[in-house]
């Protein structure tokens, strides 16, 4: 074999590390700023009088569900691009990431403001709560208990979704662990290394959001 | 902004795209199909009182369901080299398609069949019902009910995540539009057509499912 592949060592273990560093940034960001997309999509989707409102939210979750995620990333990368924005790439694999959050989490949203009896509302008003005052004190505590385990159940899946960033050349688990498959020729090694750290982030998140899932039963 | 769009590049070529996404109904199809036998014979070991059974079958969904699909893509195509085997990137894609839609169905399949509680056949045993109508009314028909929107909703989500696909060279609405762009360079206009043609797809299988679920499940009383 010729002299170019470099022998895998420990410090192909650590760049892997390092990646799953960004892997899991990535994550935090989209979630974080997901999650603002999500609140206002869920508020939307369930404003009784205004169905513009409704219809909006609706037709942006179908659009983000209805797509593969790597259309997403590869309209929203090369997108913003065409209107002129020269962005960090990790800002730019981030924005699809974030709708992509809204989506779902949206739907999450939704479901947990859903499950608050309409008569809890009507209680609230009869006694001349206003509409942020019976969202503040009765809906918001109960919906966020049942928020939680779908939520938790969510980040696996964004986990996974970041791997999807590969496409656009953003190093982030996966591309690192297609670097260092090519650099090294150890391919089956790499990839099993790769997808146990996948495997080590999710599966406490499974794990979690499981044992959350059937404590919520249990109360309820 | 000083771009201009030229949309007539994608709807030129649309034969291509028209091949591509045949191309990516028969995959993720054959997939489906494929991933619901392994998941009826895994949802079965999962309920199985055999450890031996339990522990590979649990271990299968937990794995698949952990990891990003295109990590299992290469394992797979990377994999399948290694010991030798050279098949083509669109049978390496239903193989690795199929072992991660069957986990997930496995998950789908073992709740439709937890959904069933057992005393509800001792009744129909009862009432005087052969073991075939009990299956057939009282097991067969429920379950389906219970598992149809789950499966139908997957198998949508297996179509959208086919595209991944595209990465590994396998021939389908993805590759399809990657191919073009290297020879044209319309990026944008090219994937945001693609996504157009996967909302279309999706919608329509949603649609279609759930207007089948209705009319073939309407007469299956069961317990849900």
Known sequence: ?220 | MTYTFHWEVPLREWPAFLWGALATLEMSGVACLLGLVVAVACALARLSKHRYLRGPATAYVEAIRNTPFIVQLFYVYFGLVTVGINLEAFTVAIITLTINCGAYCTEIIRAGIQSIHRGQSEAGLSLGMTYMQVFRYVILMPTLRVVWPPLASQFIATMLGSSVVSQISAEELTYAGMMLESRTFRTFEIFFFIAIIYFVMAQFFSILFSLTGKRVFRRAWGQL
């Open chain 1, 1 to 220: 074999m010729p002299e170019i592949f470099i022998a895998f060592s420990y410090k192909d273990v650590l760049y892997l590390l390092q990646a799953s560093l960004v892997t899991v940034a990535l994550c935090a960001m989209a979630f974080s700023c997901g999650l603002v997309v999500a609140l206002a999509i869920g508020l939307m989707r369930t404003a009784r009088r205004v169905r513009v409102l409704r219809f909006v939210a609706a037709a942006y979750v179908e659009v983000f569900r209805g797509t593969p995620l790597l259309m997403q990333i590869f309209i929203a990368y090369f997108g913003l691009s065409i209107i002129g924005l020269q962005l960090p790439k990790f800002v730019a694999v981030s924005i699809p990431l974030i709708l992509f959050t809204g989506a779902f989490m949206g739907e999450i949203v939704r479901a947990g403001i859903e499950a608050i009896p309409r008569g809890q509302w009507e209680a609230g008003w009869s006694l001349g709560m206003s509409y942020m005052q019976v969202m503040r004190w009765v809906v918001v505590p109960t919906a966020v208990r049942i928020m939680i385990p779908p939520s938790v159940g969510f980040l696996v899946q964004l986990v996974k979704g970041t791997s999807l960033a590969y496409v656009v050349g953003y190093v982030e688990l996966t591309r690192a662990g297609y670097i260092v498959s090519q650099a090294t020729y150890a391919t089956m090694l790499v990839f099993t290394l790769v997808g146990l750290i996948y495997f080590g982030i999710n599966y406490p998140l499974s794990l979690a959001s499981q044992r959350l899932e059937a404590r919520l039963k249990r109360h309820a």
